[in-house]
């Protein structure tokens, strides 16, 4: 059976799931990345199509530009959650994330029926089963997920969305390269010639705040190299998305198998690990690391994560991540925590 074909049968389980349900509250990442968006966008469309109203919400805010730039062109208005009263929705959809993923803060009502249209590992069951779920742990994206469903539901797909999900697939996959499937390549090969080519330029070379040179600055004179791998110690950080840009940008650097990079907010410990190696499982990796204080989800080569301050408030939780998750993250791949040289110092003996 065509991946098409299968969504249609996927859909009828959706409108089944959502029963009488007239509201539905779409939640995404708390800084949604590209995939996110584009595939909140595109279930945003399916479930008007389906005469329910659709509401996106977020936990955070959008960090990066092109993210900014991709919501503007889409005209998707992402409301912060908090602004919004969750008990007047009736079903909840999850779109590249998932409950306790460690990339979203939505406090669903105990009772709530959700759904799951997620490509990264299924975490647990939280707080019950969703009512609905596609998880497709071997697509590079969601966007091509969600494709297929508009595809399946017929809902024409305009210039700024056609736009919105090829460029989540490329990044998704980094150009293809990534984690990319078949489903992937078919998906990006058909909304190639939908695309408006000044709109993606303008995705692409979206302006970078001053903060983003700063940080970059920083992340260089704190980043420590331990063999083949880095360890960041960003200190505090105002955009959550910088760290996993962060950590998109070390992984290129030469020799290196492993990055692991971490900072914090007001409330919590925020991490992004890469790697260049097709084993351990980066995903798997994040979630053993924090799985006793806090949570984590991710796919083979990349994973975020966070450890909130619990009773003990944020300095502990930092104290925690440095002297216990940083260690361990070096004991999983096979480096010693007493071999850390600073890129800067490394540079200088040259
Ligand atoms: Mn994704």
């Known amino acids: 059976m065509t991946p098409v074909r299968e969504c249609s049968r996927k859909l009828q389980d959706l409108k089944a799931a959502l029963g009488s349900a007239r509201r539905v509250l779409i939640l995404t990442h708390d800084n949604p990345d590209p995939d996110c968006v584009a595939s909140a966008m595109a279930f945003k469309l399916?479930?008007?199509?389906?005469?329910?109203?659709?509401?996106?919400?977020?936990?955070?805010?959008?960090?990066?530009?092109?993210?900014?730039?991709?919501?503007?062109?889409?005209?998707?208005?992402?409301?912060?959650?908090?602004e919004l009263t969750l008990s007047e929705f009736d079903f909840f959809l999850f779109v590249?994330?998932?409950?306790?993923?460690?990339?979203?803060?939505?406090?669903?009502?105990?009772?709530?029926?959700?759904?799951?249209?997620?490509?990264?590992?299924?975490?647990?069951?939280?707080?019950h089963a969703p009512v609905f779920l596609d998880l497709r742990e071997n697509y590079g994206a969601t966007a091509t997920v969600a494709y297929e469903y508009l595809q399946a539901r017929n809902v024409k797909v305009d210039v700024p969305l056609a736009t919105a999900l090829y460029y989540a697939i490329r990044t998704e996959t980094s150009d293809m390269g990534r984690g990319a499937s078949k489903a992937?390549?078919?998906?990006?090969?058909?909304?190639?010639?939908?695309?408006?080519?000044?709109?993606?330029?303008?995705?692409?070379?979206?302006?970078?705040?001053?903060?983003?040179?700063?940080?970059?600055?920083?992340?260089?004179?704190?980043?420590?190299?331990?063999?083949?791998a880095i360890v960041v110690d960003l200190g505090p950080t105002r955009?959550?998305?910088?760290?996993?840009?962060?950590?998109?940008?070390?992984?290129?650097l030469e020799e290196i198998h492993w990055v692991l990079v971490w900072g914090w907010r007001e409330d919590r410990v925020v991490f992004s690990i890469r790697n260049n190696l097709h084993e351990p499982h980066v995903g798997r990796l994040a979630r053993e690391l924090v799985k006793d204080c806090g949570s984590a989800?991710?796919?083979?080569?990349?994973?975020?994560?966070?450890?909130?301050?619990?009773?003990g408030g944020l300095d502990q939780a930092r104290l925690l991540f440095r002297r216990a998750i940083v260690p361990a993250f070096l004991r999983a791949v096979g480096e010693s925590a007493q071999d850390g040289i600073f890129l800067t110092q490394e540079a200088e003996g040259r």
């Open 184 to 228: 992937d390549r078919a998906a990006y090969l058909k909304l190639h010639p939908k695309i408006d080519w000044d709109l993606l330029h303008q995705i692409v070379n979206s302006r970078l705040p001053l903060d983003y040179f700063i940080m970059m600055k920083e992340a260089v004179e704190r980043a420590q190299r331990f063999g083949h």
């Open 239 to 252: 955009h959550p998305d910088f760290v996993a840009e962060l950590a998109d940008s070390f992984r290129r």
């Open 297 to 311: 989800g991710g796919h083979r080569h990349m994973a975020g994560g966070q450890v909130p301050a619990a009773a």
């Open 96 to 127: 590249d994330t998932q409950p306790g993923s460690g990339n979203n803060s939505a406090q669903l009502p105990l009772n709530a029926r959700y759904g799951i249209v997620d490509h990264h590992i299924l975490g647990e069951a939280w707080p």
């Open 46 to 82: 399916i479930f008007e199509h389906m005469d329910r109203e659709a509401v996106v919400g977020s936990g955070g805010e959008l960090g990066r530009s092109e993210n900014r730039t991709l919501q503007q062109i889409l005209s998707l208005g992402i409301r912060p959650l908090h």
